[in-house]
Structure formats: C-alpha cells, structure tokens
C-alpha cells in the first residue's frame, strides 16, 4: 500500500497559468520535501515542511509556493506556470534523512 | 555548502560484471551519507545508509563504505543483474529528525544481459 500519493499524475498546463499540485502521505511523518527532477541536475529541494502549518523554502524556491494544510497534506503551487517549469516532480516524507518519495507527477507547460 | 559528487552520467554493463560508483562529499560538519536507487517510472528509493567512519552499509548485494578520510562512499557489486538498471543517487544529510538530504546528480545503470 502506497504510502506517499501525489495527485495528478500527469499535468499539461498554459504558460501563465496556476496549477496546483498534491502529496498525501500516511506515514505520518513531521517532515514533507518537495522536488524537480531535470535531466543533468538530478533531484532539487523546491520547498519543505516541518509540519502542518509551515513551509520552508528549499534551493530553488522562485515561482513556487507550498502549503502545507494538515500532517497528511502538502501542496506546490504554481501561480503562473512558464515553460522553464516542466519537469517531473516528486514529493517525498521522511525523518533523520530516510526519505519516502511518491511516483512523481509529470508536468509539461506549454 | 554541502555537496556530493558521483559518478557522473551513464554506466553500462553486462551481467555479471563488477560494479563500481564513485561518490565523494563535502560536508561542514559529520554527515549520514546514503545511497537511493529509481528505477524507470518510480520515485527514488533508500537503498541503505551509513552514519559513522568504516560502517558498511548494504542491501540487495550492493553495499558502500563509509571512508572519512577520502570523504567517500562508493556503491560497489560483485555482479550486477539486468533488474539493476536504474539511476543511482548518493546523499548526505547533516543530521536532525528533520534533516534535508543533498543529492549528487545521479548516475544512470543500465546492464545488458
């Protein structure tokens, strides 16, 4: 049974436009990881979490937001997606370095 | 700032061959280091960690040693299997429950049978 979801799983968005993209995660863990996966660059920390309520920003925060509702949720926000922006993403939850990641979601603005 | 440095680009074997990717890391302080395995089509994976100088750690025949002293942490297997193939990533974190992890760029396996 998975225990990191990440919601859609495939995203065609417009340039200028918002997409929202989510992690539901029952391991319960405090801490929540947001990254883009690029060719050349491996895995890039976006935005993380503590825990409900609080956002961090990671390496490369710019044209991102996160929010993070609850334990179970956390959401990357882009508010006016641009091309440079497509990528596969992946959230992850995890303590003292053990990181759980989700399948990905494959976003493509065009 | 941290960083980790690997093996870089693609790797390609035939079963049965030995295996070696090199991972070196710069830390500020005494780091945990890691190695995570993504196969096609999945997210990454813990594919096991070390904490403290000369610890091995090991799973499903890979396994890397912890080396202070050179700052490495090479993933080594005696013989690789087509069901290997797969982009290995080397991390470090600097410690705390809630620890970010640095990643190299990962390298890209890919066995020939």
């Known amino acids: 049974e998975a225990a990191v979801t990440q919601s859609p799983r495939n995203k065609v968005a417009v340039t200028g436009g918002k997409v929202t993209l989510s992690c539901n995660q029952t391991n319960n863990h405090n801490n929540m990881y947001w990254y883009r996966q690029d060719t050349g660059h491996g895995l890039r920390l976006i935005h993380y979490?503590?825990?409900?309520?609080?956002?961090e920003k990671g390496d490369i925060p710019d044209g991102y937001k996160a929010s993070r509702p609850s334990q179970e949720n956390f959401s990357l926000i882009l508010e006016l997606a641009t091309p440079s922006q497509t990528s596969v993403y992946f959230c992850?939850?995890?303590?003292?370095?053990?990181?759980?990641f989700g399948p990905g979601t494959r976003l493509t603005v065009l | 700032g941290d960083s980790v440095t690997q093996t870089e680009g693609q790797v390609a074997l035939s079963e049965e061959d030995f295996l070696t990717i090199h991972c070196n890391y710069s830390a500020s302080g005494y780091p945990t280091l890691f190695w995570y395995v993504q196969y096609p089509g999945e997210g990454p994976q813990l594919l096991f960690r070390a904490s403290r100088d000369k610890e091995k750690g090991s799973s499903r025949g890979f396994e890397a040693t912890y080396d202070k002293g050179t700052t490495s942490f090479h993933l080594r297997k005696a013989s690789v299997q087509e069901s290997d193939s797969a982009v290995y990533y080397c991390?470090?974190?600097?410690?705390?429950?809630?620890?970010?992890?640095?990643f190299g760029k990962g390298t890209k396996l890919s066995v020939k049978s």
């Open positions: 992850a939850s995890g303590e003292w370095g053990e990181q759980y």
């Open positions: 979490s503590y825990g409900a309520g609080s956002t």
């Open positions: 991390a470090l974190t600097l410690g705390g429950s809630n620890a970010k992890l640095t």
